[in-house]
């Protein structure tokens, strides 16, 4: 039986997706806000960043954990792109950046119109190699996770960069603040988080799904609504179930938006990717923390 300490079932079928006897394991802490993990199985290694000690920071199995990067100029998202290449969003910068094979970074995207993006956010990369990223404000906001400075970009917006042309489209811009973003196993939907608040506590805690239309984003809809927190970055498994931070837990939603169950974490979840050579573990990004835990489901993004 899973233990009820861990585990909130919500709907029978999250007991197939989790392994009962599975811990939770502390891989790290001492960050002040964890985020952005990416597993690389080729160097059976996971990066992430600590946003307001400017670094990102790399665990290996039985290896420990290391600096990888310093300064980082406020990284936070990351992932990979077809090549097995870093790309990272930068709040210091206002940027995404592809880190080289040799180490050297070239700039994706910093501006869009003439003017500087907002705070990037979040990244994926879809099979066709464009590159998909959230602009919200919140790297802009305070001199905590980046340099406090006024948005020049009116909308917060979800942004593709042409992977041949470089062109950089506003593919979807109805958001308070869009944070995490991810495909469908099949990359014809993608799911939005938006974070945002308003002055009353009014806005709704929900992930919005979309229709990929070449390059923007159509049938804009609600796709969940979270009873706790408000979600922030997320990753599908191979069966189209949402894995999402929010409060002090991972929710895992059916293709269909149910609530099937939690994973309870002892502090404020950020973002978390699945990993480990059988993509069958969680990393999880949790405020000061990095914790993992084995499940039965598998991620579905590439590399
Ligand atoms: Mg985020």
């Known amino acids: ?60 199995p039985d290896g420990g954990v290391s600096v990888y990067r310093y300064p980082s100029n406020f990284a936070n998202g990351h992932t990979r792109d077809r090549q097995g290449r870093l790309i990272s969003c930068e709040h210091g910068t206002r940027r995404v950046t592809r880190t080289e094979a040799d180490g050297s970074i070239t700039v994706l995207a910093d501006s869009f119109e003439g003017k500087r993006l907002n705070s990037p ?65 099949g990359e014809t939907k993608l799911y939005v988080a938006d974070s945002g608040t308003n002055p009353d506590d009014t806005a709704p805690a929900h992930i919005r799904v979309y229709d990929v239309e070449g390059t923007h984003l159509t049938n804009s809809g609600v796709f969940c609504h979270l009873d706790e927190g408000r979600p922030d970055g997320f990753r599908l498994d191979n069966n189209g ?7 002090h837990a991972v929710h895992c939603f059916a293709p269909d938006g149910t609530l099937l169950g939690k994973i309870r974490i002892p502090q404020g ?31 579905v993004q590439r590399p």
Not at 241 to 247: A, D, K, Q, V
Not at 286 to 299: H, K, L, W
């Open 1 to 60: 039986m899973p233990s009820p300490s861990l585990y909130e079932i919500h709907d029978p079928r999250f007991r197939s997706l989790v392994v009962g006897s599975a811990v939770l394991e502390e891989l790290y802490s001492g960050c002040r806000w964890a985020e952005g993990p990416v597993w690389f199985d080729d160097a059976q290694q996971l990066l992430w960043s600590d946003i307001p000690n400017q670094r990102i920071l790399r665990w290996v």
């Open 121 to 185: 956010n979040d990244v994926v990369v879809r099979s066709d190699g464009s590159i998909w990223f959230s602009d919200p404000t919140y790297g802009i906001l305070s001199d905590y996770e980046g340099y406090k400075s006024a948005p020049e970009q009116e909308k917060r917006s979800i942004y593709r960069l042409d992977p041949v042309t470089c062109a950089l489209t506003a593919a979807a811009s109805d958001f308070l603040q869009p944070n995490g973003l991810a495909f469908s196993p």
């Open 241 to 247: 179930n949402l894995w999402t931070s929010g409060g």
């Open 269 to 299: 979840v950020s973002n978390l990717t699945f990993g480990g050579p059988r993509r069958n573990r969680l990393f999880i990004t949790a405020t000061q923390s990095v914790y993992a835990i084995y499940v039965t489901a598998t991620g």
